[in-house]
């Protein structure tokens, strides 16, 4: 079956702009991460939804950073007013219900901030 | 402060070599995983560990929880090119999952 997607696959935006991007699960799994890869880093948590329960958002750096869920589906983050600091690959993950620690991985979205 | 603590950064080899990475951390945890990832790509579970002292292996790869669960190990034993990436392990309390840094590893031919 189809694994975790995530569009675009790479994007570079003007500081100061906007950006949404998007990641659509596994079908049938309940559980969705972001996290953001810095280069040469490793993973840093930024939000989990779990089915219909409020997302846990203790991960995401400062209030310009919000995601969204609809149901057991699509998910999108969103970033306002970028700076240059927000230039990393975005990683989306989900998992089945229960099995949380076994997450499946996008290929993620190279973001630059220029 | 990195929660799991991940040695070495970096390791370079050549091709036939073992190597064991290590991952550490002062907390216990539910379960442990590895990952490994690729340039340009996301990671990829290898194994989960959840019983203290658990040692799995995957081919040419062992895996040991550590008796307090509190670390864990990975060997390769004949390292070859096509092992060449970033290896993650990741912690799993509940619904909390943390990832440390990562070993970086290049095996030479």
């Known amino acids: 079956g189809a694994g975790v997607s995530q569009s675009p696959s790479n994007k570079v935006t003007e500081k100061g702009k906007d950006v949404e991007l998007r990641c659509d699960p596994i079908s049938g799994h309940t559980a969705l991460y972001w996290y953001r890869q810095r280069l040469g880093q490793g993973l840093e948590f930024l939000i989990y939804?779990?089915?219909?329960?409020?997302?846990?958002k203790s991960g995401l750096p400062s209030d310009r950073f919000s995601a969204e869920r609809t149901g057991e589906s699509v998910s999108t983050l969103t970033i306002q007013r970028t700076q240059q600091e927000d230039s990393a690959v975005y990683l989306c993950?989900?998992?089945?219900?229960?099995?949380?620690?076994?997450?499946?991985f996008g290929p993620g979205t190279r973001l630059t901030v220029t | 402060t990195q929660l799991l603590e991940q040695s070495p950064q970096f390791l370079s080899i050549q091709e036939g070599e073992n190597l064991t990475v290590y991952c550490n951390s002062s907390?216990?945890?539910?379960?442990l995983q590895w990952y490994r990832q690729e340039p340009g790509e996301g990671p990829v579970l290898l194994v989960t560990?959840?019983?203290?002292?658990e040692v799995k292996k995957l081919k040419r790869l062992t895996f040991q929880f550590g008796d307090a669960r509190k670390d864990s190990s990975l060997h390769i034993t004949a390292a070859q090119p096509g092992d060449t990436g970033l290896y993650l392990c990741a912690a799993h309390n509940n619904n909390d999952m943390r990832f440390g840094a990562g070993t970086r590893l290049t095996v030479k031919p």
């Open positions: 939804f779990q089915g219909n329960s409020a997302p846990d």
């Open positions: 907390s216990v945890f539910s379960s």
């Open positions: 993950a989900s998992s089945f219900w229960g099995r949380s620690y076994e997450q499946y």
């Open positions: 560990v959840v019983t203290g002292g």
